[in-house]
Each structure stands twice: as structure tokens, then as C-alpha cells.
């Protein structure tokens, strides 16, 4: 299991880097795969700069939170997810977004924010050791 994790891992940092570059290098032409006007290219432009720091943590929730599913644990997901979404992410769009006024960019950096926690949480439950103790890893 350790071993198609780091695989795993490696896998999806390199393909995370890939997708964060290019979003970072050509964001007008990516908006412009969609025939988008000036206006919402330079509205898109700034909450997919925001975003796109999800692509920075999301190797790490996704790979461990498929170590807890695969093993059994899908409590473990869920733990994650429900606090990352809920305690997070909703809370913090809304505080950047509306209360702080930074509209579409606040949004956009609230997601990776709560990934970011997730990623975390999912790397504590992953060193823990305690998705080793289910039946289906034994």
C-alpha cells in the first residue's frame, strides 16, 4: 500500500504541476476555448488564478483519501470532506467573498484553502496509521 501511494502520489503531483503551469501560463487562451468575451475572460482570469492553487494540495487529499477508501476507511473520506466542504470552504467563500467584498477571487481562494485542511487531515490519518486497523488491510 505504501509503495502505490508514493507512486500514486508522485503521479499526481507531476500531473497537478502540469495542469497549474499551463493554467498559470496561458489562462486567456484557455477562456478562449469557450469563445468568452473580454470581459468575463478578465472575470474568469481572476478567480482561475485563485483556483488554481487547489491543483497545489489536491494530490494529497485525493491520493490518501484513495488509501482510506481502498482499505476500508471510507469514514476517513468522509471526515474529510464533510469538514473541508462545510467548516471551510462554504464558510470562507462566503467571508471573502461577500464579507471582505473580494467577490470571485475570495471564492476561488476558499477552495484551495479547504483542500489545503483536508490535505492535511488526510496526511495526519495517513501517518496515524489507523486506516492500517481496518479488517480489510489485515
Known sequence: ???????????????????????????????????????LIYVGKVYLFAFSFEYVFLPFITGFNAVFTGTGNGWITMINDITSAFLVRIPLALFLGFSLDMGLKGIGYSIPAATCLGAIMAIGFYLSGIWKKNKVVN
Open 1 to 39: 500500500v505504501k509503495q502505490a501511494t508514493r507512486y500514486g502520489l508522485i503521479l499526481s503531483c507531476c500531473l497537478c504541476a502540469i495542469v497549474f503551469t499551463i493554467v498559470h501560463i496561458f489562462p486567456d487562451e484557455i477562456f478562449m476555448l469557450f469563445g468568452a468575451e473580454k470581459h
